[in-house]
């Protein structure tokens, strides 16, 4: 079975979500090509050498920035040139973005949200989850070449030993790049609140805008004391649906709190290996939400609340205030 691994460089760099998707494909027992695209295609090869025993690239100044017109051109040739039937893919928003074009050129399926693959019989399967991950399926198509865009934080990420990979330069044409890239525009680093890399997601529900023990809210507070905990820990974080739903029924709530952040049923379902609630029930759609983190930890003043119920490994029945003062003051 030939397996394409599908990347793409960063000045040389790979992210880690390629370093987890080579562990995937190392699950397949093939014979694994690699193709990066993008500036530094080499270096980043030479990071990985001994991943693969083929490697192949296009490095070209207009890959420099991420755009979908350059991106789908030179992952279209890249996998034309592997000529493999299974092309695993890191989900990143790059690709998102640009694989489902190429996979349109390249008269190739695709599927996104994969979070396994398994080879029985020298048939590849590939496992997602549906419907607010609660349906767990495993899905195989006939058709072929075969793209799976891979989620992050499900395998393992390889431990590639650098080296000189020798590689093969894949000829690609740009003919229309009318998109022009002039800058980036992004929130400052300790502005940014939420991070998938990061080792421990932080989670505040609506407890937090609450009265507090001397009978009025502390919503200025309880910012304060979340943003210090954010930036100190680099932290992820997330929320209960409550909470951000307070704005718009005109309460005091966390401005720096969206809907982008929320976790559970209807929001997303990251993947961090710690976790930590404090102040929310820990019920059902907050389990969903929850589900694939390693370790989860909770704060509340309920001993009978939902994390109490064999949702937690551990639960402090303490004053959420009082600890994250206590914690900020220990990690400062």
Not at 315 to 329: G, H, I, R, S, T
Request: with cysteine.
């Amino acid at each position: 079975m030939n397996v394409f691994v599908l990347l793409h460089s960063d000045n040389g760099a790979l992210p880690r979500i390629a370093l987890e998707t080579l562990s995937a494909a190392r699950q397949l027992d093939g014979n694994i090509t690699v193709g990066i695209l993008g500036t530094g295609a080499q270096a980043a090869a030479d990071s990985i050498a001994d991943a693969a025993a083929r490697f192949l690239v296009v490095d070209n100044p207009a890959l420099a920035q991420p755009r979908y017109c350059t991106d789908a051109a030179a992952a279209a040739a890249l996998i034309s040139a592997a000529d493999a039937e299974i092309i695993l893919a890191p989900a990143t928003a790059r690709f998102n973005r640009a694989l489902p074009g190429a996979a349109a050129r390249t008269n190739a399926q695709i599927d996104t949200k994969i979070v396994g693959v398994v080879a029985e019989g020298g048939v590849v399967q590939a496992q997602r989850w549906y419907y607010r991950q609660r349906i767990f399926t495993t899905i195989r198509r006939t058709g072929k070449p075969w793209i799976l865009l891979m989620e992050g934080g499900v395998y393992p990420a390889i431990e590639a030993a650098p080296g000189g990979a020798t590689t093969e330069t894949v000829a690609c044409e740009f003919a229309d790049t009318r998109t022009t890239v002039t800058g980036i525009q992004k929130p400052a680093a300790d502005a940014q609140t939420i991070r998938p890399e990061a080792k421990l997601l932080f989670v505040a529900g609506a407890g937090w805008t609450k009265k507090q023990k001397d009978g009025a809210p502390h919503v200025d507070v309880a910012g304060t004391l979340i943003q210090d905990f954010l930036r100190k820990s680099g932290a992820s974080l997330g929320s209960s649906k409550s909470i951000v739903d307070l704005q718009s029924e005109g309460q005091g709530t966390l401005g720096f709190m969206t809907h982008m952040n929320q976790v559970g049923q209807t929001g997303s379902t990251p993947r961090h290996p710690k976790g930590l609630a404090t102040c929310c029930h820990g019920e059902e759609p907050h389990a969903v939400g929850w589900r694939f983190i390693n370790e989860r930890r909770a704060i509340n003043l309920d001993a009978n609340c939902g994390w109490a119920q064999g949702k937690a490994d551990v639960l402090y029945v303490a004053d959420a205030f009082e600890v994250m003062e206590k914690l900020n003051a220990l990690i400062g």
